[in-house]
Structure formats: C-alpha cells, structure tokens
C-alpha cells in the first residue's frame, strides 16, 4: 500500500514526462504561436503589417526558426544604397557587418575606393537611410537570422540645392558607383534602391538611358538582384517610355516595388502600373527614426522605399532558402523565382499584383515551380566604354595610343522570361572593315581590349538560333609615319613644338620619342638610326653618347616611311661629360677646396711636427742671426755751385 508521500512523488513523475513530452511536441511540431519580440515598446502584434493578412511574420517566424541555419557560413548580404545610417541604433546591433576586428563595415560611393574605412554616418536631414535599414534589421532580428542575413549600408547621397533649399540628393554617378562597388568589391546578394525619379522630373541626366548605370545593372545582375522603389507620386506607368515612369525601378531587369495600405487598398501615393512586379506595405511602418544621442528612437513612415526594403528581406530570404539545400542562385533566376511565388493579389484599377507575404516566401516548395520559360528572342548589349562624337556617337571610340579594356555583358531578351543557362552558349566576335572575324570569347560576358584597329564590331551572337546583337567600335590610328612628326627630348614630348636640337654629355643617358603622332599605332615598329646607323627600337629610344661632337637622331616609323628626312631628325651636340655646367662649378670649386684643405693639412703638419722637438733641436733650427757691418763715416760732400 503506497504512503500519501509515495503518491505524490508519482503524481510528479508523470507531471514532468507529460511536460518533457510536450516540449518535444512543440519542438518538433509549432502548434503555437511565436512571441514578437519588442522594438522601443512596440510589438509585431501591433503592427498591422506583421499580421495575417499582410506580411504574416508571426507564421513565417515559427517556420523559420526551425530551420537548421548553422550550416551558413557567409551570410546573405543586402547592401542598402541610400543616405547612409546611424549605426548606433540599437536596431542594427549585430545585422551589420563587420571585419574581423569588429569595425563596421560600409561604403561611401561619393569618395575614392581606398579599401580603408569610410564615412557611412546618416547625416542627411531626413535620415531616410536609417529608416530604410531599420525595417530589414527588424525583419531580420524579428526572424532570428543575424547570423544569416547582414545589412552592408553604401552611402550615395549628396548635399544639393532645390528652390534655395538644401537638399540630400542622388547623382547619377554615385548611384552607378555604388552598384559597381555592392556587386564587385562585396558581393553583394541583393541590392536595395529606395530612390528615384520619374522621367519627367528627370532634367541634368536620363536615368532611363544613361548607359554607364544600365551597364552596372546589367552586369550587376548577373549575381544579384536589385529591388527598387515604384516612388510615391499616385501616378500610372506601364510602359518605360511614359513620362510617370519611375526610374530606376523602370528599367529592364529591376525587381520594382510598389505600396499598399492597412486593409489591403493601394498606398494612396504609390506609383502602380503593369510596368511594376510587386505590392508591399507602405503606410505607418514603424521603424528606426536615427535621432543623434537617442539609439532607442523610432518613428512611423510610409511611402514605397519601406515597401522596397520589406521586398528586400524576402529576397534574402529566399535566397537563404536555397543556401540551405545547397544551391546558388544568380541574381536573374532570385528574380524569376520571386516572381513566380503564389502570392494573393490585390486589384487595384482593374490591375492585378503580387502582394508580398513572407509565410508564402519560407514555405512554398521551391522545387514545385514551374519555369516556364520563353525562347530567346534577341540579345541586348550593355558596355562601359566611351562613346564618341558626331559621326561616332554610336562608337565606342578609342585612340590606337590609348587603348582600353572594354567590359561586355550580353542579356537574353526577353529579360528574366528566357533560360539563364543559355547565355553559356553566348559566341563574342570581332568583326574587322573587310569582313574577317576573330573570336575573342563566351559566355555572358567579355573583357575586351582592341587588337584589330580601324572601324570594327563586337559581336555577341547564339549560333543555333540566329541571334545577334552588336556594338561598333572605332579605334582611330595612322598606318604608317607621315613625316610631318619629329625627334625630341622625351621629357618634351607633351610640346609638339617641341625643339628638334639639344646637347647632350657623354656617358649620360638620355631619351628620345617621336612628337605629334597623335593616333601611334604601337603595333608598327619604331626604328632608331644614330648617324643613319641603326642602334635600336621602341617608342622611346635611350641614348647614351660617348663621344662628344653633333650626332643626328632619326627614326623610322613603319617599313615604309623615311628614316633619314632632314625635318623629323634631331641634332644633338655632345659635349665631354666634365663640361656640364654644374659639374664644372663644382670642379672649380672643388679645386678650390683642394687647395685651401692641402695648406691647411701643411700647416697642421709643421705644427705637429716642431711641437715634437726638443729645445735644442728647436733652437737649432732657428736661422743664425747676420753679422752686423762695420760702418764706414760719412765724408763731407761739398756742394758746388755753379757761376754763372
């Protein structure tokens, strides 16, 4: 019979197998909720985002934690191009990333790229790059993916002036900049872009056609993707070429954001059109305010930029998703899968769009999407290389004496709708003024640096289907030397007036080039004749005398050009090395030094040399004195005077 005691002990027993047996459940089964985390005194469940019917993080969140992340060992990264943050703020401790000696790391692509540390501080007077930065690091800290997903801020803002007001604004070459630096010197997984303009406010640059920022889109995406506000101006764009069209996130290629509101309607000031992917939250969204002395402050925004960095998280997201089975996905295929989710839709105007929800990013099967992909229907060319003028505008244009590496990268058409994996089979072509063609590469893209001159094209083309696309390249030289050019000195050569006689000293180097060859085609030959003998050959010819006289310098450019023409020649006087000027006073002078030193040392070594005798050797040294002669008297000498 058990004691009252022994019961109890039972009673205790079963009541911790149940509790341990419920533990386990939940551990592998998340019947329940996931508690929000608090942001400043402000839970998930009081943003009206986080809920089920918009984001739905709190069921996204409980799928999500039980993912196996130990296994990322580089982190996914989201660089954020804006206005810089204010890394103090409790928001972005420990998304940011940081070197090995836990300095936070960051661009600026208003400076020079120096690879030391830069000035990424938000000082802008909205402080939009905070708040931008501040809704992913929630989303990343609200998931518990600090280790998997960082935050690398590029600062790309200016000062500028608007109406008399100063103004935080983006140039279209820091932008540009920035996107080399996120793709190149980072890595970058995803970028995000919650800047812009419409074409029509567009006025000192065209974002829609500068060709230096569609080439760093371009060649960007090839392994990341680049998320863009839609703007907030309540205008319709479904074409590139409309005047509402908002830019960047217009352009080809682009993953485009646009904003809705609480209760599912459009965002009020949001563009939207078919030239847009996506709808995101974009009113009231809580997030960092990057108030100096206050690392706790935030504030509530809206406007289609929070959109755009909520749209940035879930590509991270996804991308992380595919880390964990162990692949890798390029920037073109993110987009096509993000693009391709079952996402509900909102009818806004007759329009459907995607709206964003994360529980659909962390749980559809990635491996149940359908690609339906298009057949390639051309070939689009991007470069970022100097176009000419005039007749060359279409060129890019380059001098034989200036050649330059040209980058390439060649996209199928139409963007994102065509299998990646035949840009593999992409086939570069150099095409000379006769006709002839000389490989030079494959795949998407080329470095490209001119060895066939005059007026060329650069050709990427798929073979099996008989696509093509072209870039003509003009590199401008002269065939043969035209005599009209001439000798000089190489410290000359920027003069083309440069003198054609000079001196010159024996068994002193000198250097001689050619001046007035504006377009040297360095693929001809340069020969070097001293008194019509030939001694050498190069661009620059060093000669070193060693006989003083007149020598002639000439030189022949090209088999068939004169080598000995009286006008292109130099005439050099040598002169005996010891007559230079300065060596000459420095010869007398040292002559002199000579001198004054050889008396000194003289004089020194009497001194010592008497200081080392004895008295008697002293004394005996010393001259005899003469004789004193015996003085004879005077006679008396009488004057005579003469009578006259």
């Known amino acids: 019979m058990r004691t009252k005691s022994g019961k109890i002990k039972l009673l205790a027993i079963a009541l911790a197998c149940c509790l341990a047996a419920a533990c386990v459940l939940l551990a592998l089964f998340p019947f329940g909720p996931v508690a929000y985390a608090d942001w400043g005194g402000k839970e998930g469940a009081d943003l009206w985002y986080f809920g089920e019917d918009a984001l739905d993080v709190q069921r996204a969140k409980s799928v999500v934690s039980k993912w196996n992340t130990a296994s990322v060992k580089d982190p996914i990264i989201i660089a954020v191009v804006d206005t810089g943050i204010v890394t103090s703020h409790e928001l972005f401790d420990g998304v940011l990333m940081k070197d090995a000696d836990g300095n936070i790391l960051g661009d600026n692509s208003t400076e020079p790229s120096t690879g030391g540390m830069v000035d990424i501080s938000d000082k802008s007077d909205s402080l939009h790059g905070t708040a931008v930065a501040g809704v992913i690091a929630m989303l990343i800290k609200e998931m518990g993916l600090e280790n998997c997903i960082k935050i690398y801020p590029i600062k790309a803002s200016v000062k500028g002036v608007n109406d008399g007001a100063q103004v935080d604004s983006f140039k279209i070459e820091n932008v540009t900049e920035a996107i080399r630096r996120a793709s190149n010197n980072v890595g970058a997984d995803v970028l995000n872009l919650s800047i812009g303009l419409t074409r029509s406010q567009m006025t000192e640059t065209q974002w829609d056609t500068d060709r230096q920022?569609?080439?760093?889109?371009?060649?960007?995406?090839?392994?990341?993707?680049?998320?863009?506000?839609?703007?907030?101006?309540?205008?319709?764009?479904?074409?590139?070429?409309?005047?509402?069209?908002?830019?960047?996130?217009?352009?080809?290629?682009?993953f485009s954001v646009m904003g809705y509101a609480e209760g599912g309607r459009m965002y009020a000031d949001s563009n939207y059109g078919k030239l847009y992917d996506i709808v995101a939250p974009a009113q009231n969204i809580y997030t960092a305010a990057g108030v100096y002395g206050k690392d706790s402050a935030y504030q509530t925004i809206s406007g289609t930029s929070m959109a755009c960095a909520m749209t940035s998280f879930a590509a991270a997201l996804v991308k992380l998703r595919y880390k964990l089975m162990g692949e890798e996905l390029s920037g073109h295929m993110l987009s096509t899968v993000l693009g391709k989710l079952n996402f509900d839709n909102i009818?806004?105007?007759?329009?459907?769009?995607?709206?964003?929800?994360?529980?659909?990013?962390?749980?559809?099967?990635?491996?149940?999407?359908?690609?339906?992909?298009?057949?390639?229907?051309?070939?689009?060319?991007?470069?970022?290389?100097?176009?000419?003028?005039?007749?060359?505008?279409?060129?890019?244009?380059?001098?034989?004496?200036?050649?330059?590496?040209?980058?390439?990268?060649?996209?199928?058409l139409p963007i994102g709708e065509t299998n990646p994996e035949y840009a593999n089979y992409i086939e570069w072509v150099v095409v000379d003024m006769f006709g002839n063609e000389t490989v030079v590469g494959h795949g998407a893209k080329l470095k490209y640096t001119a060895s066939v001159y005059g007026d060329t094209r650069v050709v990427a083309r798929l073979n099996g289907l008989n696509l093509s696309a072209s870039q003509r390249v003009f590199v401008e030289y002269i065939p043969y030397y035209s005599g009209n050019n001439h000798v000089t000195f190489l410290r000359n050569a920027a003069d083309e007036s440069a003198p054609k006689e000079g001196i010159a000293y024996t068994n002193e180097a000198v250097k001689f080039t050619l001046v007035g060859i504006n377009f040297l085609d360095p693929r001809v030959e340069i020969k070097w004749?001293?008194?019509?003998?030939?001694?050498?050959s190069g661009r620059v010819f060093e000669y070193k005398p060693t006989k003083a006289g007149d020598h002639i310098i000439s030189a022949q450019y090209g088999d068939n050009a004169p080598a000995f023409t009286g006008g292109d020649s130099f005439t050099v006087h040598v002169k005996p090395f010891i007559l230079r000027p300065l060596d000459l006073s420095m010869l007398i002078v040292g002559l002199?030094?000579?001198?004054?030193?050889?008396?000194?040392?003289?004089?020194?070594?009497?001194?010592?040399?008497?200081?080392?005798?004895?008295?008697?050797?002293?004394?005996?040294?010393?001259?005899?004195p003469r004789?004193?002669?015996?003085?004879?008297?005077?006679?008396?000498?009488?004057?005579?005077?003469a009578k006259r």
């Open 213 to 254: 920022l569609d080439y760093a889109i371009e060649d960007a995406a090839q392994n990341m993707l680049i998320v863009a506000a839609a703007g907030n101006n309540g205008l319709r764009a479904d074409l590139p070429s409309d005047n509402s069209a908002f830019y960047p996130a217009a352009i080809e290629g682009v």
């Open 347 to 412: 009818v806004n105007n007759t329009q459907e769009m995607p709206k964003l929800d994360l529980y659909t990013v962390a749980t559809q099967d990635l491996n149940d999407i359908e690609f339906d992909f298009l057949p390639p229907t051309g070939i689009k060319i991007s470069h970022d290389g100097a176009l000419g003028t005039g007749a060359l505008e279409d060129a890019i244009y380059m001098r034989a004496d200036g050649v330059e590496t040209v980058n390439f990268v060649a996209r199928l």
């Open 529 to 536: 004749y001293v008194d019509r003998q030939y001694v050498a």
């Open 592 to 624: 002199v030094v000579a001198a004054s030193a050889g008396g000194v040392a003289i004089a020194i070594a009497v001194r010592r040399k008497r200081a080392g005798m004895s008295e008697e050797e002293l004394a005996a040294r010393k001259p005899k």
């Open 627 to 641: 004789p004193e002669r015996e003085k004879k008297p005077k006679r008396d000498r009488k004057i005579k005077v």
